[in-house]
């Protein structure tokens, strides 16, 4: 089985801080994914990467940034919290080819005061 | 604009009985669709999907239909059960990169189905 491991189930921080979402999958899959999840918006693509030190931005990039040093590893940074960025966030993989579908880790639910 | 659009937010059914969630895709060069569930406090799982080749894919208590013309799917759940009571995602590939894998999707807003025993 499949799995994505989020390092962290809640976060609080504080407006201003720089916060690290790490995500880790073990299943050598190339494309990781981060999503934020809204009530009433669905989940929104934030950035991706197709290989390693490789990213693209999504739908939503702003006040985002991501980083993979390592096939296995994504982390989202968030370079000064602001209150509308408390959300829930999910990382996600798959391998490459194919209709292989999406792998969720079982999300972050930060809340920026 | 919303290409992928779920207009019903909740559905609520009883145990036993058919549930039939529903999906509007804008984006005619769609060519498969997903369904994800959610529970509360875990990641979305893959549940079912449909090339655009096809009309109709089932998976147990599962079908999900596609009407092209319209631009419309739907899933159908029977029989219902309690253990279904989650949100459900419609998505879709906006387009395919390097890899040629799902890429990047488009979700929905999701529809929350209760299912009453």
């Known amino acids: 089985d499949v799995k994505v491991t989020q390092s962290s189930r809640y976060l609080v921080k504080r407006t201003g801080e720089k916060v690290f979402l790490e995500c880790v999958q073990d299943?050598?899959?190339?494309?990781m994914f981060w999503y934020r999840q809204d009530p009433g918006l669905g989940l929104r693509l934030i950035y991706f990467?197709?290989?390693?030190?490789?990213?693209e931005k999504g739908d939503i990039p702003e006040g985002y940034s991501v980083s993979r040093e390592k096939k296995e590893r994504f982390s989202l940074i968030l370079e000064s919290a602001s209150t509308n960025q408390t959300s829930m966030y999910l990382c996600?993989?798959?391998?490459?080819?194919?209709?292989?579908?999406?792998?969720f880790g079982n999300g972050t639910r930060l809340t920026v005061t | 604009d919303q290409q992928v659009k779920q207009n019903s937010p909740s559905l609520s059914v009883q145990e036993g009985r058919i549930s039939i969630l529903n999906c509007d895709y804008t984006?005619?060069?769609?060519?498969?669709f997903l369904w994800y569930k959610k529970y509360p406090a875990e990641g979305p799982t893959f549940l079912i999907s449909?090339?655009?080749?096809?009309d109709k894919n089932e998976d147990g208590r599962f079908t999900v239909f596609l009407n092209k013309s319209a631009k419309h799917l739907s899933l159908h759940i029977v029989p219902s059960q309690p253990g279904d009571s989650a949100v459900y995602f419609c998505?879709?590939?906006?387009?395919?990169?390097?890899?040629?894998?799902?890429?990047?999707?488009?979700f929905g807003k999701g529809t929350k189905l209760s299912v009453k025993p």
């Open positions: 996600a993989s798959t391998a490459g080819g194919g209709n292989s579908p999406l792998h």
């Open positions: 299943m050598d899959h190339e494309n």
């Open positions: 990467s197709y290989d390693v030190k490789m990213k």
């Open positions: 984006n005619s060069m769609f060519d498969y």
């Open positions: 449909i090339s655009s080749i096809k």
């Open positions: 998505a879709a590939p906006l387009g395919w990169f390097y890899g040629g894998s799902q890429g990047n999707l488009i």
